[in-house]
């Protein structure tokens, strides 16, 4: 097993939130779903515009994928410049670029006028690649975004631990502590009169006039506007399920000497992604993160995946053990910009917020300040780049068409043959699940480290797609669109609203 904490650093060093539960009827002029980055940021800009906001968090705020970052504000994100320009023009990535260095200066300008300690750092961050072969794929991007505007340059050299071939050196851009943050904001927005409620699902929309919310529990919110920001949308109106595509990936973190930090944040694309970047640890000392090994939610070996990363980590900054390790979920999109602005093609008051591409951080701070905008009548300049309703058949066909062929592999395909195996419950070793035909149906079981047996269905209460095991974090993940249960069948993550029914093993 790999070793440390099972959780984020984030969330162990920060003390958790206690806002009430919706009950009963609520009106305000825009309720938010979603309590993560973008709705958090999304609900205090709108309240400090006047506007009486309700947040809507299924879990904790703060707590979701926003808690489970690696926390980088920049605008580098890889290798995108050269691909918007080539794909779109050199206007889209002006813009691009624009909208990401605005997010990163309002978090900064944010911190300090609300005197938040975020841990809040100005860096450089780097892309870099250790192939010779790779080198022009730098300088390309180099060209492109000096060209949109970022202070980029060409470096053969950095402060890693290892050699790199080439890489992009974009001054200024920053890293922080995400929950600090946020609950600084979450504080300030209860106090100009914002609300905030917690284990409240929103299992229903009516987009009438006006909209209607309806919970889990039965409370209802009538709200003029309202925000989607739950990562991935609960609600599809606009076909987004066919154009983002969900990626899970793991994180390590190691205690390390100050006189260590490589001095910024790095990425490459090579070796199944590696991310590095350290934090504040303490007199003396720096918590080296490292990130990488992107998969498909329900894909097998996750286990072994983290022991991969945790290798590589040892490898090349001498680390002895781990104190903290977790898993992360993005969504990536078919042409490699979020979704942000109108739900669908005929709404007027709803509003989404996703597919920020593993850039969670400055993405949902600009599409906090982009809902904003256009729920106040105004139109920021990049706000067509994101719009939904967007169609680019050249620059999405090929990724769509992947995309929702391997949808459809999965849902016929695990049919057939699960990707987790074993005759019977009784073959499960503790800490071991499965999915199982039981009495003719596919029952998700999992056998605790008592012995015990845990028994669900093994059908996703989302779309129906067949869930798989994940070994290391002994969850039930649906390979489709995400959706994260519990071994108990509870919603870890949507787009999926209700549990897992539980099954009976009869006899076993």
Same mark, same amino acid.
């Given at each position: 097993?790999?070793?440390?904490?099972?959780?984020?650093?984030?969330?162990?060093?920060?003390?958790?939130?206690?806002?009430?539960?919706?009950?009963?009827?609520?009106?305000?002029?825009?309720?938010?779903?979603?309590?993560?980055?973008?709705?958090?940021?999304?609900?205090?800009?709108?309240?400090?515009?006047?506007?009486?906001?309700?947040?809507?968090?299924?879990?904790?705020?703060?707590? &979701?994928?926003?808690?489970?970052?690696?926390?980088?504000?920049?605008?580098?994100?890889?290798?995108?410049?050269?691909?918007?320009?080539?794909?779109?023009?050199?206007?889209?990535?002006?813009?691009?670029?624009?909208?990401?260095?605005?997010?990163?200066?309002?978090?900064?300008?944010?911190?300090?006028?609300?005197?938040?300690?975020?841990?809040?750092?100005?860096?450089?961050?780097?892309?870099?690649?250790?192939?010779?072969?790779?080198?022009?794929?730098?300088?390309?991007?180099?060209?492109?975004?000096?060209?949109?505007?970022?202070?980029?340059?060409?470096?053969?050299?950095?402060?890693?631990?290892?050699?790199?071939?080439?890489?992009?050196?974009?001054?200024?851009?920053?890293?922080?502590?995400?929950?600090?943050?946020?609950?600084?904001?979450?504080?300030?927005?209860?106090?100009?009169?914002?609300?905030?409620?917690?284990?409240?699902?929103?299992?229903?929309?009516?987009?009438?006039?006006?909209?209607?919310?309806?919970?889990?529990?039965?409370?209802?919110?009538?709200?003029?506007?309202?925000?989607?920001?739950?990562?991935?949308?609960?609600?599809?109106?606009?076909?987004?399920?066919?154009?983002?595509?969900?990626?899970?990936?793991?994180?390590?973190?190691?205690?390390?000497?100050?006189?260590?930090?490589?001095?910024?944040? #790095?990425?490459?694309?090579?070796?199944?992604?590696?991310?590095?970047?350290?934090?504040?640890?303490?007199?003396?000392?720096? /918590?080296?993160?490292?990130?990488?090994?992107?998969?498909?939610?329900?894909?097998?070996?996750?286990?072994?995946?983290?022991?991969?990363?945790?290798?590589?980590?040892?490898?090349?900054?001498?680390?002895?053990?781990?104190?903290?390790?977790?898993?992360?979920?993005?969504?990536?999109?078919?042409?490699?910009?979020?979704?942000?602005?109108? /739900? $669908?093609?005929?709404?007027?008051?709803?509003?989404?917020?996703?597919?920020?591409?593993?850039?969670?951080?400055?993405?949902?701070?600009?599409?906090?300040?982009?809902?904003?905008?256009?729920?106040?009548?105004?139109?920021?300049?990049?706000?067509?780049?994101?719009?939904?309703?967007?169609?680019?058949?050249?620059?999405?066909?090929?990724?769509?068409?992947?995309?929702?062929?391997?949808?459809?592999?999965?849902?016929?395909?695990?049919?057939?043959?699960?990707?987790?195996?074993?005759?019977?419950?009784?073959? /499960?070793?503790?800490?071991? &699940?499965?999915?199982?035909?039981?009495?003719?149906?596919?029952?998700?079981? #999992?056998?605790?480290?008592?012995?015990?047996? $845990?028994?669900?269905?093994?059908?996703?209460? $989302?779309?129906?797609?067949?869930?798989?095991?994940?070994?290391?974090?002994?969850?039930?993940?649906?390979?489709?669109?995400?959706?994260?249960?519990?071994?108990?069948?509870?919603?870890?993550?949507?787009?999926?609203?209700?549990?897992?029914?539980?099954?009976?093993?009869?006899?076993?």
């Amino acid at each position: 097993m790999v070793s440390g904490s099972a959780e984020s650093y984030w969330m162990d060093s920060t003390a958790a939130t206690s806002f009430p539960a919706l009950a009963g009827e609520l009106d305000v002029d825009v309720a938010v779903i979603g309590g993560g980055i973008a709705g958090l940021c999304a609900a205090w800009e709108l309240t400090r515009a006047g506007q009486r906001v309700a947040v809507l968090e299924a879990d904790r705020v703060a707590a &979701g994928v926003t808690g489970y970052t690696t926390a980088k504000l920049t605008a580098q994100h890889g290798l995108i410049y050269a691909h918007l320009r080539s794909t779109f023009d050199a206007e889209t990535a002006r813009l691009h670029a624009a909208a990401q260095l605005d997010a990163i200066e309002h978090v900064a300008t944010t911190a300090e006028q609300l005197g938040v300690d975020c841990d809040l750092e100005r860096l450089p961050a780097y892309t870099y690649v250790t192939s010779p072969e790779r080198v022009d794929e730098i300088r390309a991007e180099v060209e492109a975004a000096a060209e949109a505007g970022l202070p980029a340059t060409l470096v053969t050299g950095t402060d890693l631990p290892y050699a790199v071939a080439a890489a992009i050196r974009v001054e200024r851009q920053a890293q922080f502590h995400p929950r600090r943050y946020l609950l600084a904001l979450a504080a300030d927005l209860a106090a100009r009169g914002g609300q905030i409620f917690e284990r409240t699902r929103v299992v229903d929309l009516d987009e009438g006039d006006p909209c209607r919310l309806t919970t889990e529990s039965g409370a209802t919110v009538r709200a003029r506007d309202v925000v989607v920001a739950t990562h991935y949308p609960i609600f599809d109106r606009a076909g987004l399920f066919t154009r983002l595509v969900p990626r899970r990936e793991l994180v390590v973190a190691a205690v390390i000497d100050a006189d260590r930090d490589p001095g910024g944040m #790095y990425l490459t694309t090579e070796q199944n992604t590696r991310s590095v970047r350290t934090a504040p640890y303490g007199d003396g000392r720096r /918590l080296l993160i490292v990130t990488g090994e992107h998969f498909k939610p329900g894909t097998p070996g996750v286990q072994r995946r983290f022991e991969t990363l945790a290798a590589w980590t040892r490898d090349r900054f001498g680390v002895d053990s781990l104190a903290y390790h977790w898993a992360a979920q993005d969504n990536t999109t078919a042409d490699r910009m979020p979704y942000v602005g109108p /739900l $669908h093609l005929g709404a007027d008051h709803v509003y989404v917020a996703t597919g920020f591409n593993a850039w969670g951080m400055s993405n949902g701070v600009m599409a906090a300040r982009l809902l904003a905008a256009l729920i106040d009548g105004r139109e920021l300049p990049w706000a067509r780049l994101y719009d939904p309703r967007r169609l680019h058949p050249v620059a999405e066909g090929p990724a769509f068409v992947k995309a929702n062929l391997s949808v459809a592999r999965r849902f016929v395909g695990d049919r057939i043959r699960p990707t987790s195996h074993a005759d019977s419950p009784a073959d /499960l070793a503790p800490g071991a &699940g499965a999915v199982i035909r039981v009495e003719g149906r596919r029952c998700a079981v #999992y056998r605790d480290e008592a012995g015990a047996l $845990h028994a669900v269905s093994a059908t996703c209460t $989302h779309l129906g797609c067949v869930v798989a095991f994940n070994d290391a974090e002994r969850t039930w993940d649906c390979p489709c669109h995400g959706s994260r249960f519990g071994v108990d069948g509870s919603v870890l993550q949507g787009p999926a609203t209700e549990p897992l029914p539980p099954r009976s093993l009869g006899d076993e």
